[in-house]
């Protein structure tokens, strides 16, 4: 990926998006033509299908975040100079500086562990390169954004080979997750919100893998991804508490008292491990600035994007199915309703587009109608929730991460706090329910199979030809 | 346009919807060429009525409209091209015709039509596709509603496919929706074609599914529950639905104290135009709160004496005290020793006056002994105002009104027949001129309509279980309590409707089982009284008159006349029903209508009641005819079938940020149910023949289809009448889960009483703090509850 971006770089073709895109264009193009010929041929596999589609998702990303620079559809990054409050200028104080941040202004309050990522990159890309200016030193910390996004891709394609997903629900989740628009947009970004992602994904897998072997080395990984995930972002906390609901129902089914010493060594190992890693940065902040560990900025002086006026229903139950059919891009100015608010930033961020209005209105379309396919999934499973095993739980964290969802934004009432890039793995928990519903051959099948193809073909399309 | 267009989407699609189900269940033979030629001229009517301005294009549309009619009916007749009466029924109920024949499109009209026949003669004319039919009738109806959706993309909201690479911020996104629902359905359609032509095995699968589906609705209707005869126990539920119900109309129903005495401002008066207020020393007034008295936007100038200039100065010129029977503001905000009042109308009826300095302590003048009339009651002035010491929305008409029949004063609300004031006005009579006193009657009537509800559930279900649960859904929609609550005709109109449909429906049951008897006759008879009534207090009593007559002529046409043979054979019986009819649908009515003139005669009108009848009559005609305005809570009758817009009754704000509110609207469980219901229920009349969803359909829907051609300013009470049958289809709804029903029925009850309780304080005007009615109840962005 550093090569990939380093020779962007040097071949100037970051001046010529253009030719990323017909690049980009070109391979997708490819890759259907070598599995339409497989599927003549009879060699079509599940195998090579997923790795045709992984590719083509690790393909979207990366080339989404070679064609975009970091102050496009961006996110507070703020003034790129290391004396200012976003996150450029958290990147350039570590860079310039070698230490952090001595404020918790702006973005200075934020979690170290990206910025640090950021800034290894980016002295590893910038450092043998001659010349760079503080804007490519912050340009290249996309690197572990969109790091982060292909693994998100990967380790998704793992959760789904350990949940036993047959055939075509594997392949449909893993697409839905290869396509989903808001990982391009988080994987081309400065900001956490990649590695959040990342890291929760990781947190559900080794939770689920703990659960089936209780071995020191999955708890160790999951202490580790526990840290340095909340060292990336504190609410990785709501994770946290579905691994300890898993963690205490393991220690119910504990009979005997060794084993239950040996488990709660486990547990203990665990967080020595990840509560210091973690939580090192919010108790400096809480030391040196008086910063609650769920801090966030206070909005209160941008009255234009409360949303808090509107009553409860309007905001979280009903859809506003108005704002639905008027525009496909969120307006963090105007828009309260949070379902319709997730679905559209799912899809285009909280930005708008200079393209054909088709492409955006089928993606919002096929989006809509996954939604709803998603709600049917997560009721079948809670109906059936005895021989559901993981699918279960991931309907549990999925409703847990909606809740904590909801619970923010009533906190923090604003168009801008119902931004899906805080939420993104709900759309991967949304494509395994998919893809288990596809799985048990449940009514509406052709219509969840050609909403899938028209958003999958819409979100590459879309993202290759955005101008 | 878009009540036409809901009107034609409702209408459509309920007829292509009952088109499959009855293709789904082996009906389709039932259509015949007078069903389809109904079919035809009663959408084409529909349309035309709503219509205001027919051009030519539309007449040329409709013509070519009627050939295309006619020569699918030629084809069905003589079964060319494999056509059949069903399809042209597929063409003649299609919303797509009905609307483009509305936009005064003739080449869309034209279009619309070509494409449907031609898409229908290839349903019907391939043999070989011919047990593929139904799955056919899916397509139609989904490039209906492609077809639909589009329309209403470009007629509502002119979008076009030129604004997609526009770049102006417009996205037309319902026509994107339609244009790319209509090609998936194509290629779907196609695909299936396909798959039909290598694969016969794909039919027979789809029929036996039909063929199992259709069993098990068959088994469904089988587990329909013997009916138990009235006994103890329901008088056990009668008594205390009522019981709840009147605590909850009764409790803060509203002051039984309000200032009584006043001063008449005029010429001839003691007092004249003019009171002046002296009060010693300077003090500093916030406001004047004025009780007024029976006229109503009376003009009064406000002036303080200006010691220093010594002169009059005025501060407050011509300002309208607007509302009768309760407190109305006029903020003062100066420092004065002395206040002049200057009615700069007529004659003004002043009941109180109270001065509030700037803590909020009332201020008595030093001469208040010279005017003691408005100032003798001042212990009645409350510190925050509500509904509950005064008038509230359309009582300062109707409870004035009523007030003048008692004193036999001019009568000032002449738009509705004066029955339901009368009525208004025996409360008036009994506990004096309050807001208790004003309600009462309302209330009582509301109560009332708990035990004539559940009677009539009891009657038509035949069984404790439903009659309940439609009583207890009664009790627990929000307008029935808001409506009981507050002095105008709607309640008093509906509890007459109500009436009129129970016991018609007695009557029908009644001439059923024993033909025309005494007690049929009877019940014939109070059908009469309740109808005569109903009219007698507004004239939507008439639309339910319209559907009671629908109703028995209906039975009638069915049971004996349904051929020339019957006719005759029963003609005796028809003619001595005839009479009863006469007497009881013409004579008695007539009779109460002219009647309920006569206390105009007592108010000073010198002209006969016959006379002021007919005048007044003429008078509501015109009046309702050009009565179009613009105001901030009127709404249109397909709003209000999904509870769109709430009316705001009063609204007051209170100490520690809390407020009292009233507003009218439906409790949204039992309305969005009702919805469902109401369609299940005409799938039930039209599919299945059940007799009381027919009933219960026919009621409502008669109630509902007239406002669809009126033009007037309509508020969402005028649906209350109709509402109340909701809960009846509801209850046939839930009646017909087989084994479900109770456990449906409990908690679909359980969810409507926890959305009750939710709403309270706003439906019945409890007070509660703004941020709960802005946060938590305001569910809908056109709910204007506080």
């Known amino acids: 990926m550093m090569g990939c971006y380093r020779l962007v770089r040097i071949t100037g073709l970051e001046n010529q998006p253009e030719r990323i895109k017909a690049g980009m264009l070109f391979t997708g193009l490819l890759l259907l033509v070598y599995l ?83 800034t290894l990159i980016s002295r590893c890309v910038n450092g043998t390169m001659g010349g760079s200016t503080p804007y490519y030193f912050v340009d290249a910390a996309k690197i572990v954004s969109c790091f982060a996004s292909c693994m998100t891709l990967l380790a998704a394609e793992r959760v789904c080979s350990l949940f036993q997903l047959e055939e075509k629900g594997k392949l449909l989740a893993v697409s839905l997750i290869a396509f989903l628009p808001d990982m391009y947009l988080t994987g081309g970004r400065v900001g956490c919100d990649a590695c959040h992602t990342l890291f929760c994904l990781l947190a559900f897998y080794y939770t689920c893998r703990w659960y089936q072997e209780q071995s020191w080395k999955n708890i160790i990984l999951l202490a580790l991804i526990y840290g340095f995930g909340m060292m990336n972002r504190t609410s990785m906390g709501v994770m946290a508490l579905f691994t300890a609901v898993i963690f205490l129902l393991l220690l119910w089914r504990v009979e005997n008292q060794k084993e239950l010493a040996v488990q709660l060594g486990k547990y203990a190992v665990s967080a020595l491990i990840s509560l210091p890693l973690g939580l090192w940065y919010a108790v400096r902040n809480a030391m040196l600035f008086g910063q609650s560990p769920a801090y966030v900025p206070d909005l209160t002086s941008v009255p234009e994007i409360f949303c808090g006026d509107y009553s409860l229903v309007q905001r979280y139950v009903f859809w506003d199915i108005r704002n639905l059919f008027s525009t496909p891009y969120a307006n963090p100015w105007e828009d309260y309703n949070l379902p319709v608010y997730l679905i559209k930033t799912a899809l285009f961020g909280e930005f708008t587009y200079e393209i054909n209005d088709w492409f955006p209105a089928l993606l919002l379309f096929s989006g809509v109608v996954l939604v709803f396919f998603t709600l049917i999934s997560l009721c079948t499973i809670i109906k059936n929730r005895k021989k559901e095993g ?63 193809g028209v958003f999958c073909a819409c979100s590459c399309l879309m993202y290759t030809l955005i101008r | 346009m878009q009540s036409l267009f809901w009107a034609a989407a409702w209408y459509g699609f309920i007829a292509l919807w009952l088109a499959y189900w009855k293709k789904k269940k082996g009906m389709e033979g039932s259509y015949t060429g007078t069903s389809c030629l109904a079919g035809y001229l009663l959408g084409r009517a529909f349309v035309m009525l709503q219509l205001r301005h027919l051009g030519a294009v539309a007449v040329e549309a409709a ?62 004319g391939i043999g070989r596709w011919e047990r593929h039919s139904l799955e056919l009738y899916r397509y139609y109806i989904s490039f209906t509603a492609c077809a639909m959706i589009y329309l209403a993309a470009r007629l509502l909201l002119g979008q076009s496919g030129s604004q997609c690479t526009a770049g ?34 794909m039919g027979k699968a789809s029929e036996q599914e039909s063929a199992a589906e259709s069993e098990q609705e068959a088994s469904a209707s089988q587990c329909l529950p013997v009916s138990d005869s009235f006994n103890g126990r329901d008088i056990v539920f009668l008594v205390l639905f009522t019981a709840v119900y009147a605590g909850l109309a009764f409790f803060r129903l509203g002051s039984t104290a309000a200032p009584q005495s006043y001063v008449k401002l005029s010429e001839d008066s003691d007092v004249g135009r003019q009171m002046i207020f002296r009060f010693g020393e300077e003090i500093e007034l916030s406001r004047i709160e004025i009780f007024l008295g029976v006229e109503s936007g009376r003009k009064i100038s406000f002036s303080c004496y200006d010691y220093d200039a010594e002169k009059w100065e005025v501060f407050d010129s011509r300002r309208e005290i607007a509302s009768v029977f309760t407190w109305n503001t006029v903020p003062v905000n100066r420092k004065t020793r002395m206040l002049a009042m200057v009615l700069m109308d007529e004659e003004a009826y002043i009941h109180e006056i109270v001065f509030l300095d700037r803590s909020g302590r009332q201020v008595l003048p030093v001469n208040w002994q010279d005017y003691a009339e408005v100032f003798d009651e001042q212990t009645l002035y409350p510190r925050y105002t509500t509904y509950y010491e005064g008038t509230m929305f359309d009582e300062v008409y ?78 627990l929609d929000f307008m029935h309590l808001t409506l009981s609550r507050i002095a105008t005709l709607d309640i008093i109109v509906a509890f007459f409707v109500l009436g009129m449909f129970f016991f018609m429906y007695l009557s029908i049951a009644g001439l059923r089982q024993e033909g025309l008897t005494l007690r049929s006759g009877l019940c014939l008879l109070l059908c009469g009284l309740f109808s005569a009534c109903a009219v007698s207090t507004k004239w939507t009593g008439f639309y339910a008159l319209a559907g009671i007559a629908v109703l028995l002529l209906g039975y009638l046409l069915t049971e004996y006349a349904s051929s020339w043979q019957r006719l005759m054979e029963n003609r005796r019986f028809l003619g001595r029903l005839c009479g009863v009819c006469v007497i009881s649908f013409v004579l008695i009515p007539a009779a109460v209508y002219f009647l309920s003139y006569i206390p105009y005669m007592w108010c000073g009108n010198p002209d006969s009641f016959i006379k002021i009848t007919i005048d007044n009559f003429k008078l509501m005609l015109s009046y309702h005819e050009r009565t179009v305005f613009a105001h901030p809570y009127s709404s249109e009758w397909y709003e209000w079938l999904w509870n769109k817009r709430s009316l705001l009754d009063a609204l007051s704000f209170v100490a520690d940020g809390k407020a009292v509110s009233v507003a009218t609207f439906g409790n949204p469980v039992i309305w969005w149910g009702g919805l469902a219901a109401l369609l299940h229920n005409i799938y039930l009349w039209r599919c299945r023949k059940e007799k009381v969803a027919a009933y219960l359909c026919i009621a409502y829907l008669s109630m509902l289809l007239p406002w669809m051609f009126i033009y007037r300013t309509v508020f969402i009470y005028q649906y209350f009448i109709c509402s109340n049958i909701l809960v009846l289809l509801l209850g046939n709804s839930f009646y017909h889960m087989g084994r479900y029903t109770k ?25 509660v703090r703004i941020d709960y009615i802005n946060q938590g109840l305001e569910w809908l962005r056109s709910w204007g509850l506080g």
């Open chain 1, 36 to 118: 339409l010929v497989s599927y003549r041929r009879g060699m079509l596999t599940e195998k090579r299908a997923m790795t045709c589609i992984i590719l083509y998702g690790i393909v979207m990303r990366m080339g989404y975040m070679l064609y975009t620079g970091c102050e496009l559809r961006g996110h507070d990054l703020g003034e790129i100079s290391a004396d200012g409050y976003g996150h450029a200028a958290y990147l350039l104080k570590l860079l310039e500086k070698g230490r952090l941040p001595e404020s918790n202004a702006g973005q200075l309050y934020q979690q170290p562990f990206f910025y640090l990522a950021g």
């Open chain 1, 390 to 452: 993981f699918f279960l739980w991931t309907a549990a964290a999925f409703l847990l991460v909606y809740a904590s969802m909801i619970g923010f934004t009533h906190k923090h009432p604003y168009g801008c706090s119902m931004d899906f890039r805080y939420v993104v793995i709900l759309g991967v928990f949304a494509a395994i329910m998919l893809g288990r519903y596809l799985d048990e051959k449940k009514r509406g099948e052709r219509y969840l199979l050609t909403a899938s």
């Open chain 2, 63 to 124: 013509v070519m409209d009627a050939g295309t009619v006619v020569l699918c009916m030629w084809l069905a007749g003589k079964q060319r091209l494999g056509f059949r009466w069903e399809y042209v029924w597929l063409y003649v109920s299609n919303p797509v015709i009905l609307l483009s024949l509305s936009s005064l499109r003739k080449t869309g009209a034209v279009t619309a039509a070509l494409l449907l026949v031609l898409l229908i003669i290839k349903l019907g």
């Open chain 2, 168 to 201: 102006d911020g417009s996205y037309p996104m319902l026509w994107i929706l339609s244009v790319s629902l209509a090609a998936a359905t194509a290629v779907s359609l196609l695909h299936r074609m396909t798959v039909w032509r290598k694969d016969s095995v």
């Open chain 2, 398 to 475: 109707h409870a004035r009104t009523a007030y003048e029949f008692v004193h036999r004063l001019p009568v000032y609300e002449i738009t509705h027949p004066p029955l339901g004031k009368l009525l208004i006005s025996i409360g008036i009579r009994l506990f004096g001129m309050t807001p208790f006193g004003w309600r009462l009657a309302c209330a009582l009537l509301g109560t009332a309509m708990v035990p004539l509800m559940y009677l009539f559930a009891r009657r038509i279900f035949r069984q404790r279980g439903p009659a309940v649960f439609s009583t207890g859904l009664f009790c």
């Open chain 2, 743 to 767: 456990r449906a029925m409990l908690c679909f009850g359980l969810a409507a009483g926890a959305v009750f309780l939710l709403f309270y304080p706003v439906v019945a005007g409890y007070p």
